[in-house]
């Protein structure tokens, strides 16, 4: 295989010591990733022809062996994250229930949208015969996020819903775990292998040269991004200067705002302090769903959340934060904090990463635009806020992935109005909850307005597989030129059949 | 109503004469357009709370008065565009059928892609209550096309879309029709009063820095555009500029390949000699589907077709095109093709901006980039390949909204061979027919790969209405928080329970 030209190993870090260790991994260099994405083309060919079924054996092939080698993968991602390996069993099974529940969408059909309309006579003439459904778009480039090793890189939840599809994939692994990449491309390479699938279904390929070479390539479709905005606007750069801009699907910032109304701090102002601060320091405060902002009534019932908090807070221990960069945009974040009025937890960070969790606690004329962004790492900000002001507050929230509402048991007005301002700016509505934790299922919603760069669909759920599809009508194709779930007589898929919808023939 | 500073009244020309009338309206001033925008917003929320049924009643009442206005709206029209009677009146029926169809298409309620999950385990652990659903994303720029004054324009299909979604409308007029669009604007208006929508449902603006201030305003939320790169690139550099980019869904050039095979052409040269200058003549070639490059075998049958077309194209009239830079262009489009071998009609243009049909013949080796590019008007690129030169040609072939094949009435390997590398590079495959003409339906699809800005989408059928929504997800939310679509027991929509299909509640 052929390296960048120069190019030295790359190396893996632990965040618990700051420690290297040279990998035999080198960065791709760019022939070998346009390597790659031509046997891509040929495997997205492949995987169309093997079908609907075969694809799903794929994944459920690709779950079986992730889950044989959780031993080795949980203790590979936990010396380059110490995401701890509690969490990390439990994102190997997010990531196994991940490809298992694709492979349920893919055989369900419906992702499809399959529709046959017959020719007839209309008011505005008459109408050819018409079938359109889905077809996969092509190769896919997926970028694996610093935060989830398994769920949302090499394995995670973006390839899942490309393979189902019927785009074979192209992984850039994130740098802070280049190992937990590496040996996971091998177990789905193996997996794919396996049950069937051709060469090139799925590949990795690592370092800063070969992503952008990956964007730009001719064979590459969509490009999927979970991560920060100077690397989303680098490659979307890219992406602008193709002769057909792609898709970029980006997850970027997100600063999740928590509101609490006067009622529900009142019932609930102990218990809200600290499922806060456990939601807000969660794997070291490394989620994009973390509850970063949170609007507190001020007044006694507020007063007793934000102790409640502060407690809560004094106990958490220092996580070692995901990588160097992670950690030192972390401190610079609280060090221009300044003057705030800052809450931390009473715990010394030790080697490595680690650093201190935090709160800053400020009136909410006092919520300046920095506030209002996103900063990484186990933080949040508290505003207090007089009744009077939560609408203007609420106004100034930028868009988010996650919008979350503590209100009272009863009626609450005020909820119905933070809702009603929230809606239009988040792309998930939780009420009574924590925001972290984001269920794989046919209703859910991770996206939303900007900062997500594609505002129309989501990242995690049944529908995440829509991102890589596009729709072809065809217009008085001979049967044989149809695809099978738009030929006449029973279909394998639900369909809408001269305007009427029909379930999948038994 | 505030114009433009210093603004001269819009001039309305009749391209039949080239004659400008000097109309009552003024150019929109950015103040004024932001008034728009304003009462938009509003209406926005209205439309939403006036309901499915509600929206409905004003789509139709839109196309009751569109019909009734027939006279007057096909008269003015034809003054502005050309276009003929006969043509601007089976306009008007797709323009009403359009309407009337999105009305069915938010009754039906399938469209909201409703899904249900109840609370249950999972291999990943405990799921919450989510609940899924799309959502208008808000009020919506639409810019009318030049070809279709009706259709694409102020009441046209993105106009229908939108308003079906719930979204309310700012039309940014196209300046070769200003009457037709205020006109229609006012039917419109007119209409959505009577049938109970709030003011600011559908509105009209006019001028270039209208346009400009239109896409800037906070309040839209997405852009739909139909017309050439250099405006759509101008939009697209401002929308890039804005805090919160909004989606850009434009529909810019297409060549629109046909492609003849050899089977095709020895069975039926001289029928699709004719039925292919009809259809790149049709409207004076101003179609965005207009089959601008045709694919010919050499040899005795492609002679045939080749003569075929030429004897149909000598009896074509000199169209007016709909404006002076449209004709001009034509006109310097048909100047640098120089030297090659045309074939013109044999009607002398006369007055206003009325030009000669042209075709232009060329071997494959001959075919340049140049000839890959859409020239907007009542010209075609004729190419003679070789059996050996097909997959080449395709090969070089730019992304269109439609693509079509002539081939044997038995097994055709070279059909199937065409449509295989066809069909990553078109939105429609169209099978021994002629592309001008989209039926709108259930199972339309109008868009494709690049030039389609946005390509996963289409702009005609019922799908449409999907660019003007984006989903939200509910998660344990209180069942008076919910959408009524969302809620448990009977509901009015189609929609997904824990996993399965449910129809609509009778």
């Given at each position: 295989?052929s390296?960048?030209?120069?190019a ?12 290297a ?8 260099g760019?022939?070998?990733v ?18 609907r079924a075969?694809?799903a ?5 690709m ?11 949980v ?11 509690p969490?990390?069993?439990?994102e190997l ?9 694709f ?9 499809l949208e399959a ?8 008011p505005?003439g008459?109408?050819?015969d ?18 989830f ?28 775990h ?7 491309g091998?177990?789905?390479?193996a997996a794919?292998?396996?049950?069937g699938a ?8 690592f370092?800063?040269?070969?992503g952008?070479?990956l ?10 991004f ?9 490659l ?5 200067q193709?002769?057909d801009?792609?898709?970029?699907f980006?997850e970027?910032?997100?600063v999740?705002?928590?509101v ?6 009142a019932?609930r102002?102990a218990?809200?302090?600290?499922g ?10 490394q ?11 001020a ?5 007793r ?14 996580p ?11 401190a610079?974040g ?5 003057g ?12 490595g ?16 635009a920095a506030?209002?962004?996103?900063l990484f ?9 007089a ?7 609420l ?19 005020e ?8 809606r ?27 900062p ?10 049944a529908t995440a597989?829509?991102r ?5 009508a ?8 149809l695809?099978p ?10 369909r ?5 919808a029909?379930?999948?023939s038994?």
């Amino acid at each position: 295989m052929s390296a960048a030209a120069g190019a030295h190993p790359l190396p893996s870090v632990d965040p618990r010591t700051g420690e290297a260790t040279r990998t035999d991994l080198l960065p791709t260099g760019t022939a070998e990733v346009a390597a790659h994405c031509a046997r891509a083309t040929t495997a997205t060919e492949e995987l169309e022809r093997i079908g609907r079924a075969g694809r799903a054996a794929v994944l459920r092939a690709m779950a079986d062996d992730l889950e044989a080698a959780r031993e080795e993968v949980v203790a590979t991602a936990d010396r380059e994250t110490a995401l701890g390996r509690p969490r990390l069993d439990g994102e190997l099974n997010r990531t196994a229930y991940q490809l298992r529940f694709f492979a349920e969408v893919v055989e369900d059909g419906a992702y499809l949208e399959a529709v046959v309309d017959h020719p007839g006579d209309t008011p505005m003439g008459p109408r050819p015969d018409l079938r359109r459904m889905l077809v996969p778009t092509g190769p896919v480039a997926v970028f694996g996020a610093s935060n989830f090793p398994l769920a949302f890189s090499v394995p995670g939840g973006d390839t899942a819903a490309a393979l189902a599809a019927g785009c074979a994939v192209v992984v850039k692994a994130h740098g802070s775990h280049p190992l937990t990449s590496a040996l996971c491309g091998r177990i789905l390479a193996a997996a794919a292998a396996r049950a069937g699938a051709p060469e090139g279904t799925i590949s990795v390929v690592f370092g800063r040269e070969a992503g952008t070479a990956l964007v730009t390539d001719p064979a590459i479709t969509a490009v999927s991004f979970t991560g920060g905005h100077a690397g989303a606007t680098a490659l979307r750069g890219l992406i602008a200067q193709r002769p057909d801009p792609i898709p970029f699907f980006g997850e970027l910032g997100s600063v999740n705002p928590l509101v609490v109304t006067a009622a529900g701090a009142a019932e609930r102002a102990a218990e809200i302090g600290r499922g806060l601060v456990g939601s807000f320091t969660l794997g070291g405060g490394q989620f994009c769903t973390k509850p970063g902002l949170v609007l507190v009534p001020a007044g006694a019932d507020g007063d007793r959340l934000v102790e409640s908090a502060a407690a809560a807070l004094a106990e958490v221990p220092a996580p070692a934060l995901l990588n160097a960069g992670i950690a030192e945009s972390y401190a610079a974040g609280v060090a221009a904090l300044g003057g705030r009025h800052l809450i931390t937890a009473t715990a010394e960070p030790g080697a490595g990463f680690e650093v201190r969790p935090t709160a800053v606690l400020v009136d909410a004329d006092d919520l300046d635009a920095a506030l209002l962004e996103e900063l990484f790492g186990p933080i949040a900000v508290l505003v207090r806020y007089a009744p009077e002001q939560l609408t203007g507050l609420l106004d100034r929230l930028p868009g988010s992935l996650v919008a979350t509402v503590h209100g009272g048991a009863a009626d609450d007005p005020e909820r119905d109005r933070a809702v009603a301002a929230l809606r239009g700016r988040t792309g998930r509505l939780l009420f009574d909850g924590y925001p972290t934790g984001v269920a794989v299922a046919w209703a859910q919603q991770h996206g939303g307005p900007w900062p997500a760069t594609d505002t129309q669909h989501t990242s995690v759920g049944a529908t995440a597989i829509r991102r890589f599809l596009h729709p072809i009508a065809w217009q008085n194709a001979p049967e044989a030129s149809l695809p099978p779930e738009l030929r006449d007589g029973p279909s394998p898929v639900p369909r809408r059949v001269d305007g009427i919808a029909v379930p999948a023939s038994p």
